[in-house]
Nanobody, 117 residues
Framework: QVQLVESGGGLVQPGGSLRLSCAAS????????MGWYRQAPGKQRESVAT???????NYADSVKGRFTISRDNAKQMVYLRMKNLKPEDTDVYFC???????????WGRGTQVTVSS
């Protein structure tokens, strides 16, 4: 059974930092393209940052220079380091694992990030 479990969300003041973690199980982790997405109520889920199995990262323009995605293949973990957080970063953040060549696409349940003073 595939599981992606996010943690590390919470309430933070503008300008603050958080680190999200995603623990993956039930997959051969190094084979999967991993990502963080976010979604506000009533809006579409959007990509925040993705990282290939080889460690190549891509970011949404809105988070470039502030967020850093990383992965630890041995621990089957993916992280999102967020700094200089803004109120508009408030969303539910979801971990994603995909291997589209074989039609697999998995989601975690999400973790709430709230940026407010």
């Amino acid at each position: 059974q595939v599981q992606l479990v996010e943690s590390g969300g919470g309430l933070v003041q503008p300008g603050g930092s958080l680190r999200l973690s995603c623990a993956a199980s039930g997959i051969i982790f190094p084979n999967y393209f991993m990502g963080w997405y976010r979604q506000a109520p009533g809006k579409q889920r959007e990509s925040v940052a993705t990282i290939s199995s080889g460690g190549i990262a891509n970011y949404a323009d809105s988070v470039k220079g502030r967020f850093t995605i990383s992965r630890d293949n041995a621990k089957q973990m993916v992280y999102l380091r967020m700094k200089n957080l803004k109120p508009e970063d408030t969303d539910v953040y979801f971990c994603n694992a995909k291997r589209l060549q074989i039609g697999e696409n998995y989601w975690g349940r999400g973790t709430q990030v709230t940026v407010s003073s």
